[in-house]
């Protein structure tokens, strides 16, 4: 299954296929055509398909090198920078090159800022491995790497050439991880897909979703797909698919991004801003407790104990949707259905983050 991200310049390939990993210098040969590739990954994941990617490419003649890094969001931190960018002179990669991100969100989001600033801007290609970079954070051209005081502070738009998903290295994820990027399908089902929120509801096992995971994963895609043609540079209707994430980025940052992976924390904030959206007559009664179902039944958290709002909200100052004081969160009127409500800041202090079960 083969998407396109079609735009008015970068246009791009998304392949959706069983095994893809292992055919991925086969597939990359088709958009590049030099030489020289370096892979960028982490430890745990090259552990797993490090060697696959490698022989892959070999097998297609190319020249590979890799830089491995620590696994964990705190790998993001500008700090990675300097390192890389020094890994890539030592490897003597020019500006007709390739750079590819094989791993999660982190990865990818770290990999492709590299890719956007080294030289000027190398091209790369996407290989995500966790279910939350293959939904969501390999498309659509949002690089970034995080500053101490907040999660992506510092990004650029910069596309891949080629983004390659392969759904059978979902079984090699830990199930925390697994979980963690269903908390980003059912974002999708909530803002956009009624009837794909209501098919995960009905899957009775992992193992049931996880024989029409290939379709899922498309679904979603092809829904980021659409906002990103429409709006690419995120100043519109683009802004939906941030649904729960002000409140998310604000929880993994105050716990360090120790306590709660990207996909718990936006689950928790899917959760609250739905309530907060049901107080003010925004969102139909009843739609909070199936946000609540749908995440207890996915094993991902939905409240926060013993947290204040007013501790939150020096980070969310920081939110890239935080313009001149005026705040743009995401609130579903009912499953399927967003829009974007403009704001203050003010409005969290009516949030209550002291609910207990």
């Known amino acids: ?43 745990n994941v090259h552990e797993y398909y490090g060697n696959t990617v490698r022989n892959s490419l070999e097998k297609e003649g190319f020249s590979v090198g890799q830089i491995i890094l620590e696994p964990g969001e705190k790998t993001k931190g500008f700090e990675s920078l300097i390192y890389i960018y020094n890994s890539l002179a030592d490897l003597n990669l020019t500006r007709s090159d390739l750079i590819v991100a094989l791993g999660g969100g982190v990865i990818g989001d770290l990999a492709g800022f590299v890719a956007s600033t080294y030289l000027r801007g190398i091209d790369f290609v996407q290989i995500p491995t966790s279910l939350l970079a293959q939904v969501d954070s390999s498309v659509g051209g949002k690089v970034a790497v995080d500053l101490d005081k907040g999660k992506n502070l510092v990004g650029s738009f910069y596309h891949p050439k080629q983004v390659i998903i392969d759904p059978e290295v979902l079984t090699t994820l830990p199930e925390r991880f697994f979980f963690d990027g269903l ?64 409140l998310g980025h604000a929880i993994e940052k105050y716990y360090n991004y120790e306590a709660y992976t990207h996909g718990e924390a936006v689950a928790i904030g899917m959760y609250y801003i739905t309530k907060f959206g049901e107080s003010k007559d925004l969102t139909k009664i009843g739609t909070n ?4 179902d749908i995440l207890i039944k996915y094993n991902l958290p939905w409240k926060v104990n013993n947290l204040k709002i007013k501790e939150l909200v020096d980070t969310i100052k920081l939110d890239k949707k935080n313009l001149n004081g005026s705040l743009n969160i995401i609130l579903i009127s009912e499953i399927g259905k967003s829009e974007i409500y403009k704001t203050t800041l003010d409005i969290f202090e009516d949030l209550d983050l002291e609910e207990r079960e």
């Open 183 to 246: 908390a980003e399908v059912i974002k999708y089902g909530a803002i956009s897909d009624s009837d794909l929120f209501d098919e995960l509801i009905s899957f009775n096992s992992k193992e049931e979703l996880m024989n029409e995971i290939a379709n899922v994963i498309y679904r979603c895609v092809d829904i980021k797909r659409q906002f990103v043609e429409k709006d690419e540079k995120d100043k519109g209707d683009r802004m939906l698919l941030n649904f729960g994430h002000t």
């Open 289 to 292: 407790k199936k946000i609540k």
């Open 1 to 43: 299954m083969n998407l396109k991200v079609n735009l008015t310049n970068n246009s791009y390939e998304i392949i959706i296929e069983k095994g893809s990993i292992a055919q991925s210098g086969e597939q990359i040969k088709k958009v590049f055509k030099g030489e020289k590739i370096v892979v960028i990954t982490d430890k």
